[in-house]
């Protein structure tokens, strides 16, 4: 499994409008992308302009599929108004992972 995580901070006092596209436009668009199995968007709490954008895929070439494709796309072209300064993506190996609810 891969992780994508996605850092990068938004223009101040956009927050609540990004947050209100990411879970009414991004999110259900996101059902049905071939191999992800999870979409969490984070908000720093030191700093309420940063954020964080985690996924969970099957595999590398799902991932890297997605983000050649229109979907992913059109997920940039709807929020890339938000960003601001410094944006970075990384792909991360899952080497651990547990449900602790248990």
Known sequence: ML???A???VKPGAWEEYE????????PASHGVK???FRE???GTDDPNEGISLT??????A???????ET???????????YVGEYWIKHFDVRLGEDVRR
Request: no cysteine.
């Open 3 to 5: 992780a994508r995580v």
């Open 7 to 9: 850092w990068g901070k």
């Open 20 to 27: 209100r596209i990411y879970r009414e436009e991004i999110l």
């Open 35 to 37: 191999g992800l199995r």
């Open 41 to 43: 968007l984070l908000r």
């Open 56 to 61: 969970l895929w099957d595999s590398r070439e």
């Open 63 to 69: 991932l890297e599929e997605y983000e050649r494709g």
């Open 72 to 82: 992913y796309r059109h997920f940039v072209e709807r929020v890339k108004q938000f």
